[in-house]
């Protein structure tokens, strides 16, 4: 897991650090509309992602500044060599210090698996890394309808808060004409950990210690998803993800 980053020239950087760069760079998919969008944005957040956050009154999130966003930003967690990958993590800063914004960008993709159907397959990692983003999350068992997927991502965003000093963790999902249900997946989740809805599409989350969490819904601007950004030469290469 490398630390040392350098810009992009454009979009078409972004797919060389995709898990499966030749499959999932392909437009109207996530990972080539969320390039296009964060690039056309260029040294500010989406303005739609700017304007949900500072209209939640929440001081931690208001007028935040863009320091750096890192595609595909990998944490490691318990249990297994997989990483958990974050779509574009955004640091960003106002006046009362740092704030971490974790994307996962959506457009048809679901987010994973049931917790149920991961418990079927459970082996002691996949087991002990449950366990450990139950403790993390402080909540004692999530529903086995919660998806898998908002667990880790949530735990990425707060996990690299609290590396940075930083005041507050966001997981946001920025979803492009993404289908009803995902919506219904993703409150389902904010309501398995205590949330409260502090304004349209944002909730703080109920811990009880450490940066104060966020959970974020924000929809994009659908016109990326018709953006078709060139393929870049590859070598071989894989990368771990957990999906």
């Known amino acids: ?43 500010k957040l989406p303005p739609e992602v700017a304007a949900l956050l500072s209209g939640s009154s929440e001081p931690g999130l208001l007028d935040l500044t863009l320091l750096a966003a890192v595609p595909e ?4 967690l318990p249990g297994g060599d997989t990483t958990s990958n974050t779509d574009v993590l955004a640091i960003c800063r106002n006046a ?14 679901d987010f994973g698996p ?30 086995d309808a919660i998806r898998y997927q908002l667990l880790h991502r949530t735990a990425s965003a707060l996990l690299t808060a609290q590396q ?7 997981m946001l999902v920025h979803a492009f004409g993404t289908p009803h249900q995902r919506r219904t997946d993703f409150t389902a989740f904010c309501a398995a950990m205590g949330s409260t809805e502090v304004s349209p599409g944002v909730w703080r989350a ?8 966020y959970l974020a819904w924000c929809d994009g601007d659908p016109n990326y998803l018709a953006v078709e950004l060139p393929r870049a ?7 771990n993800r957990t999906w």
């Open 1 to 43: 897991m490398k630390r040392v980053f350098v810009p992009t020239k454009d979009g078409t950087d972004w797919q060389r650090l995709l898990a499966k760069p030749n499959l999932h760079w392909k437009k109207g998919a996530s990972a080539m509309t969320a390039a296009a969008c964060w690039e056309d944005a260029a040294d």
């Open 73 to 76: 930003w990998q944490v490691a």
């Open 96 to 109: 009362l210090g740092l704030c971490i914004v974790a994307v996962e960008a959506k457009v048809l993709e």
């Open 114 to 143: 049931l917790l149920k159907e991961k418990r079927e397959g459970a082996s002691s990692n996949r087991d002990r890394r449950l366990a450990y983003l139950h403790e993390l999350l402080g909540v004692p068992r999530f529903e």
């Open 164 to 170: 940075f000093h930083a005041s507050c963790a966001v």
């Open 206 to 213: 109920a811990l009880s210690a450490g940066p104060a969490l």
């Open 233 to 239: 030469a590859l070598a071989s290469t894989s990368r």
